[in-house]
């Protein structure tokens, strides 16, 4: 099965960046879809970004697309997100999210099409 460890994260003032990181390995295919999702205190988790691991144009939530940015690199298999311009309200916990790259049309954005989440990292944004 697909495994996910996660890693970065932690206290970052306003406006400051950070880089996440999330070893993606055990898939036979060809290629997997990667997300990242989060869950902010009292919220539900929502996608953030994806993307196919052997390539294309990633997909954005439009609460972060400008600031974020998704990234693969398959020879190290790791997926990546780095955050900038971070604000208080980014305060949450961040997931690393994969599956197989079809699952009969079902959303990026849907948290249900995913069957291999990380344990998920605490991001800290503090004024």
């Known amino acids: 099965q697909i495994i996910t460890r996660e890693s970065g994260g932690g206290s970052v003032q306003t406006g400051g960046s950070a880089t996440l990181s999330c070893v993606i390995t055990?898939?036979?295919?060809?290629?997997?879809?990667a997300a990242w999702f989060r869950q902010l205190p009292g919220k539900e988790r929502e996608a953030l970004a994806g993307?196919?691991?052997?390539?294309?144009?990633?997909n954005y939530d439009d609460s972060v697309k400008g600031r974020f940015t998704i990234s693969h690199d398959s020879a190290k298999n790791t997926l990546y997100l780095q955050m900038a311009n971070l604000a208080p309200e980014d305060t949450g916990t961040y997931y690393c999210?994969?599956?197989?790259?079809?699952?009969?049309?079902?959303?990026?954005?849907?948290?249900?099409?995913?069957?291999?989440w990380g344990q998920g990292i605490q991001v800290t944004v503090s004024s």
């Open positions: 999210a994969a599956d197989r790259t079809s699952k009969n049309g079902m959303s990026w954005q849907r948290a249900g099409r995913y069957s291999s």
């Open positions: 055990g898939y036979t295919t060809r290629s997997i879809y």
């Open positions: 993307i196919y691991s052997g390539g294309g144009s990633p």
